[in-house]
């Protein structure tokens, strides 16, 4: 049976974006080429610039793909548990934990930000990471289970140390267990007593 046009042009993309995605985790965006992804999803390199239009393109492409993933495994994480509280720390843990791993830190953490620039970055991570977080205090302030205040500072703290712990674990032989232990100890502290 014939594929359609459309069948095509998604298995094209789908090919695209795994190859370039195993490359840049492996070894950078900077180190990889058009030319090798190409190969690699078995299609031309006119084909890759005839769907992204660029190397860049390309790699925010990818990144948007493990942006959603991470927040789909941050929302079924948080989803297993039943208490609001139990939920919030349930998907800041798993945002540590997968963010933490080598391949999704250096495309996300590391050339992301390098790469598509600050700005850009600082952009696709409100979308898919700091408006979940900035949610999900509104509503425990909602519920009184955190005391009132302003949501916005207390988001961009959160965000910025899950970030950096995610780093730091990647990059070194850090214990995720300690690493979770005191997340857990920082987010307990801003509850109301």
């Known amino acids: 049976m014939a594929r359609t046009k459309a069948q095509q042009r998604a298995d094209t993309t789908t090919a695209l974006l795994k190859q370039a995605r195993k490359l840049f985790a492996a070894r950078g965006y900077g180190d990889v080429g058009l030319t090798e992804i190409a190969e690699a999803a078995g299609v031309t390199k006119g084909a890759l610039y005839h769907y992204f239009g660029s190397k860049q393109a390309l790699f925010r492409a990818v990144v948007e793909t493990i942006q959603q993933e991470l927040g789909e495994k941050v929302a079924r994480a948080a989803d297993a548990a039943d208490d609001p509280w139990d939920q919030f720390v349930a998907g800041c843990v798993e945002f540590l934990r997968a963010g933490s791993r080598p391949r999704v830190r250096r495309i996300l953490l590391i050339d992301a930000p390098a790469v598509l620039g600050w700005n850009d970055w600082r952009a696709m991570d409100e979308a898919h990471s700091a408006r979940h977080l900035r949610e999900a205090l509104a509503s425990l302030i909602e519920a009184e289970i955190l005391p009132p205040q302003p949501i916005e500072p207390i988001t961009r703290l959160l965000s910025g140390a899950m970030n950096e712990a995610a780093l ?25 007593s």
């Open 168 to 192: 730091w674990l990647a990059d070194s032989r850090a214990d995720l267990s300690e690493a979770v232990a005191a997340l857990t100890d920082l987010l307990e502290g801003l509850r109301k």
